[in-house]
């Protein structure tokens, strides 16, 4: 049964850095496509960063300070998050699909079969 757990979400100060993991269960995550997305309250889910066979992209939000990555050998992704604002807060999702997703659907919430439950990552003074 596919499973995802995400972790090392939290409260951080603006300008520090989190490190959130998504680890993989009942699949093998390599060759899979991969994304993170978040939602803030009273907002739609957004696509954060993604990956897959045919490249890597990021929103512009995020560009310069979210770095996504994978380690096949554990099983689970990673989004790294640095120079954090007040506007990063949000619950983030991690997502998976077995099909190669292009620069088209990578963003989009619908691209992706498999999502963990969530992780609350609070930026704020």
């Known amino acids: 049964q596919v499973h995802l757990v995400e972790s090392g979400g939290g409260l951080v100060q603006p300008g520090g850095s989190l490190r959130l993991s998504c680890a993989a269960s009942g699949f093998a995550l390599d060759g899979y496509s991969i994304a993170w997305f978040r939602q803030a309250p009273g907002k739609e889910r957004e696509g954060v960063s993604c990956?897959?066979?045919?490249?890597?992209w990021y929103a512009d939000s995020v560009k310069g300070r979210f770095t996504i990555s994978r380690d096949n050998a554990e099983n689970t992704m990673f989004l790294q998050m640095n120079s954090l604002k007040p506007e990063d807060t949000a619950v983030y999702y991690c997502?998976?699909?077995?099909?190669?997703?292009?620069?088209?659907?990578?963003?989009?919430?619908?691209?992706?079969?498999?999502w963990g439950q969530g992780t609350q990552v609070t930026v704020s003074s």
């Open positions: 990956s897959s066979d045919a490249g890597t």
């Open positions: 997502a998976t699909d077995r099909l190669v997703v292009d620069v088209l659907g990578c963003l989009t919430p619908v691209s992706y079969d498999n």
